[in-house]
């Protein structure tokens, strides 16, 4: 298991506890917020040795410029 942050664990327990989300589906979610946040940092030309970086702040600061322009224009 990639190692992770405490906000994504917090937000994948509510979804399994309170949602009632399907382990097997969590799982998967856990994986695509882990890649799209080291694409992110990847992008912005952070380097990170874990996911420890994903805070509320960081989370909060991700926007559109921080994609590179093709992925921005097939949005658009």
């Known amino acids: 298991m990639d190692r992770s942050c405490s906000i994504v664990e917090q937000y ?6 309170i949602k ?3 382990k097997n589906t969590v799982i ?3 994986l695509d917020l882990l890649q799209f946040f080291r694409y992110v940092a ?10 420890h970086f994903a805070t ?14 093709k992925v921005v224009q097939i949005e658009s």
Do not use: M
């Open 12 to 17: 994948l327990s509510y979804l399994i506890t």
């Open 20 to 22: 009632g989300r399907s």
């Open 28 to 30: 998967k979610y856990r």
């Open 42 to 51: 990847d992008a912005r030309g952070e380097e990170h040795s874990d996911f």
């Open 56 to 69: 509320i702040n960081y989370i909060c600061s991700v926007s559109l410029d921080d994609l590179p322009q």
